[in-house]
């Protein structure tokens, strides 16, 4: 390997936009659920799929955060840096969570003491200080719904260190292994215990860090591969990973529209529940290492400012946006629209969570963010990793 190659602080702008793709697709799921679910018809094509699966964004979410955040473990394991200081790498894990969300939970609080809302009882207020949600039967209903997706995120942080000692030669197979045999492990017990029970218990049961294990350790896998040809400059030529991102992208929407067709029998033990996060976490880091490695597709579908903007903001994104429709909601703000309100519902709601979203990264996340990580413009796009030379990517 080329020893000469060293990790610097940088930002993968295709992946950057590939998050806010995958903000974005949240936030068009749950406008579409609020505005009443229907066929999505355009032109003879139907395109419901991309509006019954937007939830599929959270499946991005953590693959891409499992490439970004192992990438400077990667680097060294393989000899290019060293290794990264664990109180400094959960600081950084506890300053990108929880000053926007402690703020949120604040606004809150403060709205449903005004009779905006509803007051949480005390063990409730506790569970969602902690994030202790969906875990035992002392465990609290999340304020914000969509912030149950926030301890399975935050116990990857916790475990991460410990299987990136795996990210080096050879060693990677024991990893992949014990992660699919692991994550099919736990499924397929866990169906048997809850199959009996209501389909919000069988989610609740289900969908933990261990039953979707795999799609995080694919992303690990995947930011091991970049690293290890970055440094070998071995990584894959223009053509080829454009090849690879295609092939990446066809195969998520395939799972995507697969998992449409079948969402009737999903929860009754489909195969797809055994394998869907999986297999699409498995494409999607196909297609992040294709895009580290320089697709000009990738960089053209998500580089451009608007989405690498909803990139840098895609957490407040991801925070904001349900309370914005619970709170319109409320207040009947689409009653008298005459016909399907999503036309009129998804631009305001999105025009509106992005100027929450700007005003959480502004004034709390990025202030928050510099604390652990130095002065950057935008410093939680920012990771360690090796930059392949240019000669490599043509």
């Not at 499946?59 to 891409?64: A, R, V």
């Not at 290794?83 to 990108?96: D, E, K, M």
């Not at 797809?272 to 498995?282: E, M, N, Q, R, S």
């Not at 451009?304 to 309370?323: E, K, N, T």
Request: glycine content about 8%.
């Amino acid at each position: 390997m080329n020893g000469q190659r060293r990790a610097i602080a940088s930002e993968l702008a295709a992946l950057t936009g590939l998050r806010g793709v995958a903000a974005l697709w949240v936030v068009l799921y749950h406008v579409w659920v609020d505005a009443g679910p229907r066929a999505m018809t355009f032109a003879g094509i139907d395109f419901t799929p991309a509006f019954s699966c937007g939830w599929a964004g959270v499946d991005i979410f953590f693959t891409l955060s499992a490439f970004l955040l192992s990438l400077p473990f990667a680097s060294s394991q393989l000899g290019a840096m060293a290794r990264p200081a664990l109180g400094t790498f959960w600081l950084r894990r506890v300053l990108r969570i929880f000053p926007a969300y402690y703020a949120q939970l604040a606004v809150l609080l403060a709205l449903a003491a005004v009779g905006v809302g509803t007051m949480p009882s005390l063990a409730s207020l506790a569970g969602n200080l902690v994030l202790w949600f969906n875990v035992g039967s002392i465990a609290a209903a999340p304020i914000n719904p969509v912030t149950y997706t926030l301890p399975i995120e935050f116990t990857f942080y916790l475990v991460l260190p410990l299987f990136a000692w795996l990210l080096r030669p050879r060693a990677w197979v024991l990893l992949l292994v014990f992660a699919v045999v692991e994550t099919q492990a736990y499924r397929h017990v866990m169906y048997a215990w809850v199959a009996h029970a209501d389909v919000p218990q069988r989610v609740l049961a289900l969908e933990q860090l261990p039953g979707r294990l795999d799609q995080f350790v694919f992303g690990m896998l995947a930011a091991y591969a970049y690293t290890r040809g970055a440094i070998a400059g071995t990584l894959p030529r223009a053509r080829v990973a454009d090849a690879l991102f295609v092939f990446g992208a066809a195969l998520v929407v395939a799972m995507v529209v697969a998992i449409h067709l079948r969402s009737v029998t999903y929860w009754d033990g489909d195969p797809l529940l055994f394998v869907w996060h999986g297999v699409v976490g498995a494409a999607v880091a196909l297609m992040l290492f294709a895009a580290a490695a320089g697709s000009p597709i990738a960089h053209a579908l998500f580089a451009g400012p608007v989405l690498r903007r909803a990139g840098v903001i895609s957490f407040g994104l991801y925070l904001w946006h349900f309370p914005l429709i619970g709170w319109l909601d409320a207040a009947h703000a689409f009653d008298r629209i005459d016909g399907y309100r999503l036309p009129w519902s998804l631009p305001l709601i999105l025009a509106l969570a992005w100027l929450l979203a700007e005003a959480s990264y502004r004034l709390v996340e990025r202030p928050a963010l510099r604390l652990g990580r130095g002065r950057g413009r935008d410093p939680g796009v920012q990771t360690e990793l090796v930059v392949a030379e240019p000669a490599v990517r043509r």
